[in-house]
């Protein structure tokens, strides 16, 4: 909702499903896809037992087969090539936890990929399958700087888990490339700005076509076939449409 409005609206308000097409290869919605499941689906098996971490990497292989099974990745000609890639990205020790809650007005719900503990306390894990940190939402010029994640850790995730213990850190990490990745944590005045312009949006009832200047927020969206973006857009933008 941060990086485009009419995505965000597509997606999670109208369901609009990406059109089904060939693959010759895993693209980047379909691995993340692939990975979160795999994940919940190997610590579903091991959530009641008392040695987790070392129960989940026993059942890693087998659960892996059963999801690229499943989402048909194996039938994909590329695959056999890269599957222990996939694998070997998948054995970073995890311990995924959901949290619900309210975060500047606004509920929300989410995801913690893992939890460390350390001597300054807890520190919090998003994990990526990029090798970038993630370029945010849009600040008031239209530019996609604002870190969201990371503070949503730090001000809804941990106090709703963790309401009784320190927090030290959030942090990306990059399953690909096997390393943490810079993380920025914007201003009080960014988020400030962009609470206030989301919100906006949902009272109204307004979902724009509207992505960042670079475009950005459309390399991965599903939607392109029921989008405006384009020529138009640019010349409504600089005044010049109605």
Same mark, same amino acid.
């Given at each position: 909702l941060?990086?485009c ?5 597509a997606?999670h308000v109208?369901?609009l ?8 290869? @895993?693209?980047?919605g379909?691995r ?11 610590l ?6 008392d040695?987790p971490q070392?129960?989940?990497?026993? @059942? =890693?292989?087998?659960t892996?087969?059963a ?15 890269t599957r222990?890639?996939?694998? /070997?990205? =998948? ?5 995924? #936890?959901r ?6 007005g606004?509920? @929300? ?8 503990? /350390?001597?300054?306390?807890?520190v =919090?894990?998003?994990?990526?399958? #990029?090798?970038?940190?993630p370029?945010?939402?849009?600040d ?6 604002v870190d969201?994640q990371l503070?949503?850790y730090?001000?809804a995730?941990?106090?709703?888990l ?12 990059? =399953? /690909?490339?096997?390393? #943490?990745?810079?993380g920025s944590?914007p ?5 400030t700005?962009?609470?206030a ?11 724009p @076509?509207?992505p ?14 029921v989008c #405006? ?7 409504k ?5 109605p």
């Amino acid at each position: 909702l941060g990086s485009c409005a009419f995505s965000w609206y597509a997606g999670h308000v109208l369901r609009l499903a990406e059109p089904e097409e060939g693959e010759d290869s @895993v693209g980047y919605g379909t691995r993340g896809t692939f990975y979160h499941a795999v994940l919940e689906a190997v610590l579903s098996r091991v959530k009641d037992s008392d040695t987790p971490q070392d129960d989940a990497l026993e @059942v =890693l292989e087998t659960t892996f087969a059963a999801v690229e099974t499943d989402l048909g990745l194996d039938r994909l000609p590329e695959w056999p090539r890269t599957r222990g890639e996939h694998l /070997t990205a =998948l054995r970073v020790p995890r311990g995924e #936890r959901r949290f619900e809650g309210v975060w500047r007005g606004l509920r @929300v719900r989410g995801v913690v990929d893992r939890i460390d503990e /350390t001597p300054d306390g807890l520190v =919090l894990f998003d994990y990526k399958t #990029r090798s970038s940190k993630p370029p945010g939402a849009k600040d008031a010029a239209g530019k996609r700087s604002v870190d969201v994640q990371l503070p949503l850790y730090l001000e809804a995730a941990a106090p709703e888990l963790f309401p009784d213990i320190a927090v030290a850190d959030a942090r990306y990490y990059s =399953l /690909t490339q096997a390393k #943490r990745l810079p993380g920025s944590y914007p201003d009080d005045a960014a988020l400030t700005e962009l609470v206030a312009r989301v919100k906006g949006q949902l009272e109204a009832g307004s979902f724009p @076509v509207d992505p960042d200047p670079d475009a950005s927020a459309c390399e991965h969206c599903d939607f392109d076939l029921v989008c #405006r973006h384009g020529v138009r857009l640019e010349r409504k933008r600089a005044g010049d449409a109605p």
